[in-house]
């Protein structure tokens, strides 16, 4: 099954505009890690942020806040005041553990391609 | 700075061939992970490592093989190459917690022809 599901391939956002990327995930584990990264067409894999499973707070890194929503294993991305550079694939993605002493695999959804116009 | 290393950034084998992937990284990471990514699917974990010479499958293992003798090193095996497995090949590292970001390297499109 999905691990982690992203349910709009494609989005449009004006220049200025914020906008909201859904994530939600599946996982029986209490401690875990959301991650969002963004991947341009360059093709690098950029790290945008972070949400751990004990945070209460919702993660906030610059113009990338993530809406932390855990009873509904929602952890969708917003971004504020679109620009230009923002169109690019974004990913988010999960850390859980494998097992005992067995590390914790990282594991992504399938993307959604954000295209900011002016 | 993190820096992961992809031994080729294009890479052309002929079906049947044996290939080798290669990733390092410079950061003593504990943890290092190989993906393909495919147009619409996303990046699909091909294995990941979690210590020298200690392996978990991903989602996509059949026809991969992976090898771990060296901290910084992670090679991925393609036993005998199929047409089916060209893709872009991306390797990670992290530390080995659940709270901390993968590191990438900048990606190997093999073509199997």
């Known amino acids: 099954a999905q691990k982690i599901t992203q349910t709009q391939p494609g989005m449009f956002v004006q220049e200025k505009e914020a906008v909201t990327l859904d994530c939600t995930y599946d996982?029986?584990?209490?401690?875990?890690?959301l991650f969002w990264y963004k991947q341009p067409s360059s093709g690098e894999m950029i790290f945008l942020i972070y949400?751990?499973?004990?945070?209460?707070q919702n993660a906030t890194e610059g113009r990338y806040s993530l809406n932390f929503q855990k009873a509904r294993k929602s952890a969708n991305l917003v971004i504020s005041a679109s620009q230009l550079g923002d169109s690019a694939m974004y990913f988010c993605?999960?850390?859980?553990?494998?097992?005992?002493?067995?590390?914790?695999?990282?594991?992504f959804g399938k993307g959604t391609s954000l295209l900011v116009t002016p | 700075d993190v820096k992961v290393t992809q031994s080729s950034r294009y890479l052309v084998k002929r079906t049947g061939e044996k290939v080798f992937l290669e990733c390092v990284q410079d950061?003593?990471?504990?943890?290092m992970f190989w993906y393909r990514q495919d147009p619409g699917l996303g990046l699909r974990l091909i294995y990941f490592?979690?210590?020298?010479?200690?392996?978990e499958k991903g989602d996509i293992p059949e026809g991969y093989s992976v090898s771990r003798e060296k901290k910084e090193r992670f090679s991925l095996i393609l036993e005998s190459a199929s047409t089916n497995q060209t893709s872009m090949y991306l390797c990670?590292?992290?530390?080995?917690?659940?709270?901390?970001?993968?590191?990438f390297g900048q990606g190997t499109r093999l073509t199997v022809v």
């Open positions: 990670a590292s992290s530390l080995g917690t659940a709270d901390t970001e993968a590191f």
């Open positions: 996982t029986s584990d209490q401690s875990y890690g």
């Open positions: 949400q751990g499973s004990y945070d209460e």
């Open positions: 993605a999960m850390r859980e553990a494998q097992g005992d002493n067995s590390g914790y695999a990282l594991n």
């Open positions: 950061m003593d990471h504990e943890n």
């Open positions: 490592s979690y210590d020298v010479k200690m392996k």
